[in-house]
C-alpha cells in the first residue's frame, strides 16, 4: 500500500513538474505563403539564473522546430548556410534578436521569413542539462516587417527540444486546419 502511494505520488509530481502552456497564432499572409523559403536562426536562449548566453541550448532549439516548419509546409534553409550569411553579414555576434534584424538577414538570405526568439532556461545536473522556462518565438515575414507567426510557452520540467516539439505541433495543427492547409 505504502509503495502504491509513493508512485502515485511520485506521477503526479511529475505530470506537475511537466506541465507548461503555450499559444501559437498566425496571419492570414503566413497561412497563404505555404511553400515560402524560411530560415530558422538561433534563439537567444539565457540561464535564468545569471543571463548568460547558451548557445548550446539555442542551437537545439532551433534545430527541433525545424520538422515542424516542413511539416506545415515550409522550404527550410540548411542551418549551415544561415551560419555562413549570418557570418558574412556581421550579425552572427551581435545576433538577430529582434524583426530589424531578422528582415535584415531575411533580404540577404533571400527568403520570405525568418524564424528567431529567446528563452529562459534553468540549469539542472551542474549545467550539463537545462529546461526550459519560458520561451517566445516569431516568424517575421521579410517582405513587410510584419510578426507573421508568434508562439510562446511557459513552464518548467521539460527540456528545450520537447518544448519546441510541443510548439512545432501547434504550428503544424494551425497551418494544417487552416482553409490553405485542406
Known amino acids: 500500500m505504502n509503495n502504491t502511494l509513493v ?7 511529475s505530470v506537475n513538474l511537466s506541465c507548461g502552456s503555450g499559444r501559437v497564432s498566425v496571419s492570414s ?15 537567444d536562449m539565457r540561464n535564468k539564473k545569471d543571463s548568460t548566453a547558451v548557445p548550446r541550448v539555442s542551437d537545439e532549439f532551433a534545430d527541433a522546430l525545424l520538422p515542424s516548419f516542413m511539416e506545415a509546409g515550409f522550404r527550410v534553409i540548411e542551418r ?25 538577414f531575411g533580404k540577404i538570405a533571400r527568403v520570405r ?32 516587417g510584419a510578426t507573421a507567426l508568434a508562439a510562446s510557452w511557459s513552464g518548467a520540467g521539460l527540456r528545450p527540444p520537447e518544448v519546441a ?7 503544424v495543427k494551425k497551418f494544417k486546419d487552416s482553409p490553405a492547409g485542406r
Open 7 to 13: 508512485v502515485i505520488f511520485a506521477i503526479m509530481l
Open 80 to 104: 549551415k548556410k544561415i551560419d555562413l550569411l549570418l557570418r558574412e553579414a556581421e550579425l552572427q555576434a551581435s545576433g538577430v534578436v529582434d524583426a530589424d534584424g531578422a528582415v535584415r
Open 165 to 171: 516539439e510541443e510548439i512545432g505541433k501547434d504550428i
Open 113 to 144: 521569413f525568418v524564424v528567431y526568439g529567446s528563452g529562459l532556461v534553468n540549469p539542472s545536473g551542474g549545467g550539463r542539462d537545462f529546461f526550459l522556462h519560458s520561451v517566445s518565438v516569431k516568424m517575421v515575414d521579410v517582405e513587410t
Open 29 to 43: 499572409d503566413a497561412l497563404a505563403a505555404k511553400g515560402a523559403n524560411v530560415a530558422i536562426i538561433s534563439f
